[in-house]
C-alpha cells in the first residue's frame, strides 16, 4: 500500500492562495492515478481533483474549477494542489488519495486505495 504524507495547509484571507503537496512513499508512475479530497466538519468527504499520473489528464469538481490546479512530478513523487481565490467554503481537512493498478478513477472515495492523514486549509473573511 502507498503511504502519503500531506503538507502545505495552513490559515489564509479570503481571496489568498496556497499550494498542497503530497509526498508518495513510491514512483507517481507506478501509482494509476491520485486524487485530493476534502472534508468540511459535519460533511462528506468530497472529491475536488484528480489526475492520472500516465497521461497528466486532470479533472476537477465544479467548485474549484478555474481556481484549483494539480500536477504531479514524477522525478519526486509528489501531486500538488495549488489553490487560488480561496472562499470561506474551501474551508476543510484536504487529503490526498491514490488508486494504485487500472481501472478508472473519479470523485468517489471508493475508487482509492490509499489515503494520507491529511492537512487543514483555513480560509477567514
Known amino acids: 500500500q502507498v503511504q502519503l504524507v500531506e503538507s502545505g495547509g495552513g490559515s489564509v484571507q479570503v481571496g489568498g492562495s496556497l499550494r498542497l503537496s503530497c509526498a508518495a512513499s513510491e514512483y507517481t508512475y507506478s501509482i494509476f492515478c491520485m486524487s485530493w479530497f476534502r472534508q468540511a466538519p459535519g460533511k462528506e468527504r468530497e472529491g475536488v481533483a484528480y489526475?492520472?499520473?500516465?497521461?497528466?489528464?486532470?479533472y476537477y469538481s465544479n467548485s474549484v474549477k478555474g481556481r484549483f490546479t494539480i500536477s504531479h512530478d514524477n522525478a519526486k513523487n509528489t501531486v500538488d494542489l495549488e489553490m487560488n481565490s480561496l472562499k470561506p467554503e474551501d474551508t476543510a481537512m484536504y487529503y490526498c488519495a491514490a488508486r494504485s493498478g487500472g481501472g478508472a478513477c473519479g470523485f468517489s472515495t471508493a475508487w482509492y486505495t490509499s489515503w494520507g492523514q491529511g492537512t487543514q486549509v483555513t480560509v477567514s473573511s
Open positions: 489526475i492520472y499520473t500516465g497521461t497528466g489528464s486532470a
